[in-house]
Structure formats: structure tokens, C-alpha cells
């Protein structure tokens, strides 16, 4: 028996001894993924869970970024789901935080959203946040720095709620 990947979201029988795995269509909607890491983080926070609480912020704030850019950028999901856009910095672009902080203040520059091009003025929030962090320990992490993402996860939750609500980023 062989099998052939594309997407791996369902196995069909492709005839004979051939399976093969086909898109049943994309699962990813970061608006109300943001939503659920937010508040996720805030109960693993109140049960001062301290690591769990601090990585779902920044996945949180990541999903809300990437919400604002494909719903009010102009962005778009390429062939392999991530989250694109025709003026992108570079190549790589996109992923993760901190980095994508940058990335979408340079996608956002001269526009007319000027609350959220202010937010993303300011230094960026999450420069002591890394997506593998969750695989650490987690004994670095301190109630202040969750809090401080949490506060800043919700300001971006916040200007993506705005925008969904009136058509338009702040």
C-alpha cells in the first residue's frame, strides 16, 4: 500500500493499494482562535500558571495580528495556509512573534489606521516572548512579564474587534 500526502485532512481510497490524503478545506480562523487563547491564558494566569498563561498570550496576540492582517491588510493564506501578503518583507514573513510585530508594521506603514500603526510604533512587547518556549521549563517566567503580554495581546484583540465591528482598524 502506498500513500501520498497533500493536506493531511482526510484519507480517501485513490484505487487500488493508493490512499491518498486530500483538503477538505482550511480550519483556520485566527480572529476567534486569538479569542480562545486570550482566554484561555487569562484562566491558566488567575491559576497562576505562569508558563501555559505566558505562551497562550503571545499565541493570542500572533492570531489577532494575523487576523488584522488577512481581514483588513489585504493579506491572504498561501498555498501551505500561512498567512501572506503581497508586500511582504520577506519570504519568511508572517510566523511568528516577535517577528511578526515588525512584519506587520511594515505591511500597515502609511495607512490610515493610525491608532494601531501607533501601537505598533512602540517597541515591540514581545521581543522576551519565543513560540518555543513552550517547550522550556518555564521557571523564567514571572507574573509581570504574563501580565505585560496579556495587556498587550488584549490592545491588539481589542483594535481587531474595532475593526471587525465598524469595517476599519483604528
Known amino acids: 500500500m502506498r500513500i501520498r500526502w497533500c493536506v493531511p485532512e482526510t484519507l480517501i481510497n485513490a484505487g487500488g493499494d493508493n490512499l491518498l490524503w486530500v483538503s477538505t478545506g482550511s480550519h483556520t480562523d485566527f480572529g476567534p482562535a486569538a479569542r480562545r487563547h486570550y482566554s484561555d491564558a487569562l484562566h491558566l494566569r488567575d491559576g497562576d500558571r505562569l508558563p501555559n498563561a505566558d505562551h497562550l ?20 493564506l498561501n498555498r501551505k495556509g500561512r498567512p501572506a501578503h503581497v508586500g511582504a518583507p520577506s519570504k519568511n514573513s508572517y510566523c511568528h512573534l516577535p517577528g511578526l510585530w515588525d512584519d506587520i508594521g511594515a505591511t500597515v506603514h502609511g495607512r490610515r489606521a ?27 517566567i514571572t507574573g509581570e512579564r504574563v ?11 481589542e483594535m481587531y474587534e474595532h475593526a471587525t465591528i465598524t469595517g476599519a482598524l483604528p
Open 147 to 157: 501580565d505585560s503580554h496579556l495587556r498587550h495581546a488584549h490592545a491588539i484583540l
Open 114 to 140: 493610525t491608532t494601531f500603526v501607533g501601537l505598533l510604533a512602540q517597541q515591540n512587547p514581545f521581543l522576551d516572548w519565543d513560540v518555543a518556549e513552550r517547550y522550556s521549563a518555564g521557571t523564567h
Open 57 to 76: 498570550a503571545g499565541v493570542a496576540a500572533e492570531c489577532a495580528l494575523k487576523a488584522i492582517l488577512l481581514n483588513f491588510l489585504g493579506g491572504f
